[in-house]
C-alpha cells in the first residue's frame, strides 16, 4: 500500500502500460484520475477498478484538455501527488511517406503533451513535494531505423525528463522516465508498413530470452518504484526496461 491516500494522474490509461500501471497503482491505495483520447475505453478501465478511479476523456496535445484533467483531479482529491505521462503513438515506416502532418501530430502527443501535462501539474506537484514518471522508449536512447519521428520525440522526453528534474531538484520535485523496449500493446499489434528493410529493424530488438517484449505489466511494476518512497533519492534517470537492447 505505498500509494494509499495518494493522488495520481496516468495519462493513456485506456490500455496497454497506462492500464497496468492504473491497475497497480489502485491494487496500492491510490486514488486515480485517468485519461485517454479513448473516451469508453477510459471510463470502462475506471469502472472496472472501482470507486477509487475516475475516467475522462483527454487529449494531450491539447492545454486546454490537459488542463481540464488537472482541475478534475484537484477538485476531487484536492491535489496531485505523482503524474504519470504514458500516453503515446508510435508512427512507424520510411521518413519519405512521413508528411508534416504524421509528424507534428506524433511530437505533439508524445513530446509536447508530456511538456503540457507537467507544466499544467507542477504547481500542484510543489504543494506535496510530488513526483512524475514519463513514458520514454529505448528508441529515447538509441536510433532505431524507420521510426524516425518517434526517436525524435522520446529522445526529446529523455532531454526533458533531465532538464526538468535539475530545474526543480532544489524544490524537492523529482522527474524520471522510463525507456522500455517492444512492449505486447495495442500500439504495436498493428499490420507494419512494406518496403522495409527488417535485417536493420531486427538489430533494434531485446536480447533476453530470445528477443522476447515486455508485457504491460512489466513496466507498470517499474512505474511505481520510480514514484515511490523506495526511489526517495532517484531523479532525471532514464530508466532501461530493454532487455538488453541498448546494451549492445
Same mark, same amino acid.
Given at each position: 500500500?505505498?500509494?494509499?491516500?495518494?493522488?495520481?494522474?496516468?495519462? %493513456?490509461?485506456?490500455?496497454?502500460?497506462?492500464?497496468?500501471?492504473?491497475?497497480?497503482?489502485?491494487?496500492?491505495?491510490?486514488?486515480?484520475?485517468?485519461?485517454?483520447?479513448?473516451?469508453?475505453?477510459?471510463?470502462?478501465?475506471?469502472?472496472?477498478?472501482?470507486?477509487?478511479?475516475?475516467?475522462?476523456?483527454?487529449?494531450?496535445?491539447?492545454?486546454?484538455?490537459?488542463?481540464?484533467?488537472?482541475?478534475?483531479?484537484?477538485?476531487?482529491?484536492?491535489?496531485?501527488?505523482?503524474? @504519470?505521462?504514458?500516453?503515446?503513438?508510435?508512427?512507424?515506416?520510411?521518413?519519405?511517406?512521413?508528411?508534416?502532418?504524421?509528424?507534428?501530430?506524433?511530437?505533439?502527443?508524445?513530446?509536447?503533451?508530456?511538456?503540457?501535462?507537467?507544466?499544467?501539474?507542477?504547481?500542484?506537484?510543489?504543494?506535496?513535494?510530488?513526483?512524475?514518471?514519463?513514458?520514454?522508449?529505448?528508441?529515447?536512447?538509441?536510433?532505431?531505423?524507420?521510426?524516425?519521428?518517434?526517436?525524435?520525440?522520446?529522445?526529446?522526453?529523455?532531454?526533458?525528463?533531465?532538464?526538468?528534474?535539475?530545474?526543480?531538484?532544489?524544490?524537492?520535485?523529482?522527474?524520471?522516465?522510463? @525507456?522500455?523496449?517492444?512492449?505486447?500493446?495495442?500500439?504495436?499489434?498493428?499490420?507494419?508498413?512494406?518496403?522495409?528493410?527488417?535485417?536493420?529493424?531486427?538489430?533494434?530488438?531485446?536480447?533476453?530470452?530470445?528477443?522476447?517484449? @515486455?508485457?504491460?505489466?512489466?513496466?507498470?511494476?517499474?512505474?511505481?518504484?520510480?514514484?515511490?518512497?523506495?526511489?526517495?533519492?532517484?531523479? %532525471?534517470?532514464?530508466?532501461?526496461?530493454?532487455?538488453?537492447?541498448?546494451?549492445?
Amino acid at each position: 500500500m505505498r500509494f494509499e491516500g495518494k493522488s495520481i494522474i496516468i495519462t %493513456g490509461a485506456a490500455s496497454g502500460i497506462g492500464l497496468a500501471t492504473a491497475k497497480k497503482f489502485a491494487a496500492e491505495g491510490a486514488r486515480l484520475v485517468l485519461g485517454d483520447r479513448d473516451e469508453a475505453g477510459v471510463l470502462a478501465a475506471a469502472r472496472a477498478i472501482g470507486d477509487s478511479a475516475i475516467g475522462m476523456a483527454l487529449d494531450v496535445a491539447d492545454e486546454a484538455s490537459c488542463q481540464a484533467i488537472i482541475d478534475r483531479a484537484v477538485t476531487a482529491y484536492g491535489g496531485i501527488d505523482v503524474l @504519470c505521462n504514458i500516453a503515446g503513438v508510435l508512427d512507424f515506416g520510411r521518413m519519405e511517406d512521413l508528411d508534416k502532418t504524421r509528424w507534428d501530430r506524433t511530437i505533439a502527443v508524445n513530446l509536447t503533451g508530456v511538456y503540457l501535462m507537467t507544466r499544467a501539474a507542477m504547481p500542484h506537484l510543489l504543494k506535496v513535494r510530488g513526483n512524475v514518471v514519463n513514458m520514454a522508449s529505448a528508441a529515447g536512447l538509441v536510433g532505431v531505423p524507420f521510426n524516425s519521428v518517434y526517436v525524435a520525440s522520446k529522445h526529446g522526453v529523455v532531454g526533458l525528463t533531465k532538464a526538468l528534474a535539475l530545474e526543480y531538484s532544489k524544490q524537492g520535485i523529482r522527474i524520471n522516465c522510463i @525507456c522500455p523496449t517492444g512492449v505486447n500493446t495495442p500500439m504495436i499489434s498493428g499490420a507494419p508498413p512494406e518496403n522495409i528493410d527488417w535485417e536493420l529493424v531486427m538489430r533494434s530488438v531485446p536480447w533476453l530470452d530470445g528477443g522476447e517484449n @515486455c508485457d504491460p505489466e512489466d513496466i507498470a511494476d517499474a512505474v511505481a518504484f520510480l514514484a515511490s518512497a523506495e526511489a526517495r533519492r532517484i531523479t %532525471g534517470v532514464a530508466f532501461p526496461i530493454d532487455g538488453g537492447q541498448t546494451a549492445a
